[in-house]
């Protein structure tokens, strides 16, 4: 450890820190929160429960294990390795954190990250309050607190670090560097004292400054981090050269995303996590599916920012998987199969975020924190069968099934930010015939061009020269479950709702998503029906009439067992059970109903 550079031995004692202590209020800190405050994370120490962690985190792994179909020799050998490491990490954590508590008696500490502090080389500060800690003599408190604390580093082994502390009015702060070098060693340590001085006494405090707006969205949770991309921060990115080696859509991405976004926020209850485990385990105490657990907010200045960041994400995602697929196939000697890029992809595709509002929001799905550690687990399996007897069951097709709806709403975005507008339900000629179904416009998105630029969509789907793609094969619009048979779909927008027909001849363009008044998280976009139809028939998407008579009951059906999938606008997939209340079921199809929709 005593080798490991400055700022990595840092960042483990903190994400030590994270995972062990509750995260509580920051009204202690709130002084040095200011306009410049660019990220603060606040842990409260008064709640040590190494032990309940330790339980926690054995009975989740043995939950994941189980539903990862270990067998009883695997799971025996891979329990009993965690239990040794969680020993480990007891023996390593718990004695520093006890002298820091008990010892020197602090209760509480911060993060702080400062624009104000960068300019003096100081990336942050670790702040904990001191002035009515109730130690004794407190004429001499800072000659104990030095000490205590250089016996403290003697103990975690950290004594050769020549970290700083610096005592100023209230609160003890230990500066970190940007660059990592040792204070004792550059000839700063004085400057940096000054610096930290100076910012912690002409701190203007700023009770509406973002980090401030991020922190009154979390609550109570345990761990609370709130960051923040201001305008003097956003000037500094924006003037920042990327590496050139960087593909041109991330960088596009990065760069977009620094300019749109005013803050981030996260927090997270451990103990809701283990609950969620144990309630999708039948271990609750209720055999109801406990809420989403959010896990990240992200604040845009409007609705439309937040949507094309989302879209520009998911577009990133396809690209960069698309391109390691085919630089894997130009490989001499291929290692992975084009299944595990196309599962990969759907992999992270699930894990895009929804849009509420001007914000973009990462949750688990339906409460059950195991189900995305098992998908992400699911990527390396061609590693966990070389290492352990490992089954897997069959995913009977829902899986595949899901990553097509997600991979349609996702076209349904890219042709929203080329066209300013969602695709029609359809297009007509003069007279107000339908000529193309939306399935037709969004080919160019789903890496479909060539066959898009074969049809001629001046012509009827149906004309003799169209007639000859109605058996193209667009794998993406059926369900692995369903037919296999070559021009077949079994997926269908909500007639009318979302996409519009087009209103006049030679019109490709739809109404935007400002017509989903309920939220496209609230919205239903794509649906599977049971009976197959041509992809290219722009009539024979099911309307919302037939949506409500319920599912596997109307056209609504699917060859999935007790349900269907369903994509919403924002791009996630909920499966759909037969017995959903029919009132549900019109709410979620409408896109301006006004219903109130549980989820």
């Not at 994270?18 to 002084?31: G, H, I, N």
């Not at 239990?83 to 007891?90: H, P, Q, Y």
């Not at 309050?129 to 104990?144: E, V, Y």
């Not at 998908?375 to 089954?391: D, E, L, R």
Request: hydrophobic letters at 45%; aromatic letters at 8%; a negative charge.
């Amino acid at each position: 450890m005593r080798h490991l550079p400055y700022l990595a031995v840092l960042t483990a004692v903190f994400l030590a820190v994270l995972t062990v202590f509750r995260v509580s209020a920051q009204e202690t800190f709130a002084p040095l929160i200011t306009e410049n405050t660019i990220a603060f994370v606040h842990i409260d120490l008064r709640k040590v429960e190494v032990d309940t962690l330790k339980a926690g985190v054995e009975e989740f792994g043995e939950e994941l294990l189980r539903k990862l179909n270990f067998d009883e020799e695997s799971f025996t050998m891979t329990i009993h390795e965690l239990k040794a490491d969680l020993e480990k990490f007891d023996a390593a954590v718990r004695p520093p954190f006890s002298i820091i508590t008990n010892v020197l008696g602090i209760r509480e500490i911060a993060v702080i990250a400062d624009s104000n502090l960068s300019e003096f080389g100081i990336a942050a500060v670790l702040v904990a309050p001191w002035k009515n800690q109730g130690l004794p003599d407190k004429d001499n408190d800072l000659k104990i607190t030095n000490l205590n604390l250089k016996n403290l580093l003697s103990f975690v082994h950290l004594d050769n670090l020549g970290i700083e502390f610096i005592a100023s009015g209230d609160f003890l702060f230990i500066p970190i560097p940007v660059n990592g070098l040792m204070y004792n060693k550059d000839g700063r340590k004085e400057a940096t004292r000054f610096a930290v001085t100076e910012w912690a006494i002409n701190a203007v405090p700023a009770k509406e400054s973002l980090i401030q707006q991020a922190l009154k969205t979390l609550g109570t949770d345990e761990i609370k981090v709130a960051a923040a991309l201001n305008k003097k921060l956003k000037e500094q990115i924006r003037s920042l050269p990327l590496p050139n080696s960087m593909p041109q859509d991330v960088q596009e991405l990065l760069m977009s995303a620094s300019q749109k976004i005013e803050w981030a926020a996260a927090s997270l209850s451990l103990d809701s996590l283990f609950r969620a485990a144990q309630s999708s385990n039948g271990k609750g105490a209720s055999n109801d599916k406990s809420s989403p657990v959010r896990l990240l907010t992200i604040k845009t200045a409007a609705n439309s920012e937040a949507n094309a960041l989302r879209s520009s994400l998911a577009n990133v995602i396809v690209h960069r998987i698309s391109d390691a697929r085919e630089q894997q196939a130009n490989n001499s000697s291929p290692h992975l199969s084009p299944l595990f890029f196309e599962f990969l992809k759907g992999i992270l595709l699930t894990f895009l975020p929804g849009v509420e509002d001007d914000r973009l929001v990462f949750r688990t799905a339906d409460g059950d924190i195991t189900l995305p550690v098992i998908a992400s687990a699911g990527v390396f399996i061609p590693y966990f069968q070389a290492v352990h007897k490992v089954t897997f069951p069959a995913a009977q097709g829902i899986e595949q099934c899901q990553t097509n709806l997600k991979t349609i709403v996702l076209a349904f975005h890219n042709y929203h930010d080329s066209y300013n507008a969602l695709p029609p339900l359809y297009t007509v000629d003069a007279g107000g015939k339908p000529l193309h179904s939306w399935r037709v416009l969004i080919l160019p998105f789903l890496e479909r061009s060539a066959l898009y630029q074969k049809i001629r969509l001046n012509e009827p789907w149906d004309s003799d020269y169209n007639k000859q793609f109605h058996n193209a094969d667009v794998p993406l619009y059926r369900c692995p479950n369903g037919p296999h048979r070559a021009g077949d779909c079994c997926y269908s927008v909500i007639a009318g709702e979302g996409l519009v027909p087009a209103k006049k001849a030679g019109e490709i363009r739809g109404e935007s998503f400002a017509r989903i008044a309920d939220g496209t998280s609230n919205t239903l976009a794509v649906v599977e029906v049971k009976k197959p139809f041509c992809w290219m028939d722009p009539a024979a998407d099911i309307t919302l009439d037939e949506l409500s008579k319920g599912i596997n009951v109307g056209r609504a059906g699917s060859y999935h067992p007790n349900g269907i999938n369903a994509a919403l606008f924002d791009g996630s997939v909920r499966f759909i059970a037969n017995d959903v209340a029919k009132k549900i079921l019109k709410a979620l199809g409408t896109c301006n109903g006004g219903e109130a929709v549980v989820h």
